[in-house]
């Protein structure tokens, strides 16, 4: 199994910044891509940004040049600097993680979810 535990989540007006952080734990061989999602209320869940592999990275179009993500491989941890906040950027934020066990299955795990606010 293999868990993750979310932080950084919060109020913050528009223009602002918000660090948000994913630690993984567990049976952990590997790490194939970490990454986080958001959903906003009436929407699907959508792709904010990942890391894959070696390094390779996306990002939805939306928050390019806004956010970045980044990771500490030593600690399993994977994190979204987001700055210039929108309210359209008002989202439950979710990280992900996808890779291998110590008893060589796949994993996909989900983090319990963050909210992110951005409102006057």
């Known amino acids: 199994q293999v868990q993750l535990v979310e932080s950084g989540g919060g109020l913050v007006q528009p223009g602002g910044s918000l660090r948000l952080s994913c630690a993984a734990s567990g049976s952990i061989k590997s790490i194939n891509a970490m990454g986080w999602y958001r959903q906003a209320p009436g929407k699907q869940r959508e792709l904010v940004a990942n890391?894959?592999?070696?390094?390779?990275?996306n990002y939805a179009d939306s928050v390019k040049g806004r956010f970045a993500i980044s990771r500490d491989n030593a600690k399993n941890t994977v994190y979204l600097q987001m700055n210039s906040l929108k309210p359209e950027d008002t989202a439950v934020y979710y990280c992900?993680?996808?890779?291998?066990?110590?008893?060589?299955?796949?994993?996909?795990?989900w983090g319990q979810g963050t909210q992110v606010t951005v409102s006057s």
């Open positions: 890391i894959i592999g070696g390094g390779f990275i």
């Open positions: 992900n993680v996808r890779g291998v066990t110590t008893i060589r299955t796949n994993y996909d795990s």
